[in-house]
């Protein structure tokens, strides 16, 4: 089964780079089959990794980043994968 993992920021104001270089610098515990980073308007930040493991494995995860880098929390979501085309 594979399972993608989504991480989601909100740059703080002009912290925008910072926060994409800090999310692309990030260590997992454990490989990935695939992770892909993303930007997008209001400075934020997407990192999806796709992990062959059970919907409900224990999975590293990207941490919180500092305070002053975010608007607010971090969102994450857990996908599992029903379709390869």
Do not use: C, N
Not at 45 to 63: G, K, N, S
């Amino acid at each position: 089964m594979t399972v993608a993992l989504m991480w989601e920021a909100r740059a703080a104001e002009g912290r925008g780079d910072d926060l994409l270089a800090w999310a692309k610098s990030q260590k997992l515990d454990g490989a990935p089959v695939r992770r892909e980073t993303f930007r997008a308007p209001q400075d934020r930040v997407l990192v999806i990794t796709w992990w062959d493991a059970a919907y409900d494995a224990e999975l590293p995860e990207l941490p919180e980043p500092a305070g002053e880098l975010v608007t607010r929390a971090v969102h994450r979501w857990r996908f599992e994968s029903v379709e390869r085309v």
